[in-house]
């Protein structure tokens, strides 16, 4: 089925873009492109959880499982979350996370 | 070398070239397609892992739904032509700093370590195995991440109309009140 492409491969993928998720959560100050970055990054877990099931443990199914409930877990936290920005958008006309300072002291 | 192979390889090129510039193209909009691109590539290789299901629910939740909303979100909160200043020089010198010498740690880490796999005989993940074993208080059943995961959606999609709801002005409330 998967001949010649080792687990590693798939590891090392993920790796990379959950690094590059991590790069974009530092970098950004927009609140939806750090909302993307995060997205990123449940994605890459999502690939080395199925990756780790199909090559380690082919006879369960918890792997999958979980990446089904991460994907349930993030659907639910986008809409949160874009609820959350628009609402500060409405107070703030901006989402740019170092203009939204109210509740500094 | 092999057709799926190729395939692997390209899905990947994909992926990390789109993932990249997700997180440093300057316009809002793009950013949002390039994310769209990875998240087909992932269903791809979801497709080469044999899960089928997980194939299909990310495509359609993730790339058909989140993807969605979010360039919604951007529609109603951005203007489409307005670049980002990038950030500045040293806050990405240093993000960069620490998300490669992640990569390069948990890369070397990865070619390091021995995976051993069972030698269990493979399972068919077809749909009635999926159906049965989320439902199913047995061995191998998820009836209760099942179930918490239904209450979490609720919970959220209440939240979601709570939060963005439109907030009545101090007093109206009170007054409609008495007038029904």
Do not use: C, W
């Not at chain 2, 892992?49 to 109603?76: D, E, K, M, P, R």
């Not at chain 2, 068919?124 to 989320?134: N, P, R, T």
């Not at chain 2, 998820?142 to 979490?152: A, C, D, G, M, N």
């Amino acid at each position: 089925m998967n001949a010649g492409i080792p687990l590693q491969y798939f590891l090392i993928l993920a790796a990379i873009m959950f690094f590059s998720g991590v790069y974009g959560f530092l970098t950004r100050r927009n609140l939806i492109t750090i909302l993307m970055s995060v997205e990123l990054i449940l994605n890459s877990v999502n690939i080395n959880f199925l990756a780790f099931n199909r090559y380690l443990y082919p006879d369960k199914m918890d792997g999958m499982f979980f990446s089904l409930f991460v994907i349930a877990v993030a659907a639910a936290e986008v809409a949160v979350a874009i609820s959350i920005i628009i609402n500060i958008y409405r107070r703030f006309t901006t989402i740019n996370v170092e203009d939204v300072d109210e509740m500094k002291y | 070398m092999i057709a799926n192979q190729i395939m692997f390889f390209l899905f990947s090129a994909v992926i990390i070239v789109f993932s990249i510039l997700t997180v440093t193209s300057r316009k809002i909009l793009r950013a949002a397609v390039y994310l769209l691109f990875v998240l087909i590539s992932t269903a791809g290789l979801y497709f080469m892992l044999n899960y089928q299901f997980l194939a299909a629910v990310q495509l359609t939740v993730y790339a058909g739904g989140i993807v969605v909303l979010i360039i919604f979100s951007i529609l109603l909160t951005s203007h489409i032509s307005q670049k980002f200043e990038p950030a500045g020089l040293k806050k990405s010198v240093f993000s960069a700093i620490a998300a490669l010498t992640g990569a390069i740690l948990s890369i070397v880490t990865i070619l390091d370590y021995k995976f051993e796999a069972t030698t269990q005989a493979a399972k068919e993940v077809d749909m009635k195995v999926i159906g049965k074993s989320l439902l199913s208080v047995e061995n191998d059943g998820y009836i209760l991440p099942f179930e918490v995961i239904s209450v979490l959606l609720l919970a959220a999609m209440v939240a979601a109309i709570a939060i963005a709801k439109k907030s009545a002005p101090s007093g109206t409330q009170s007054t409609t009140l008495k007038q029904e």
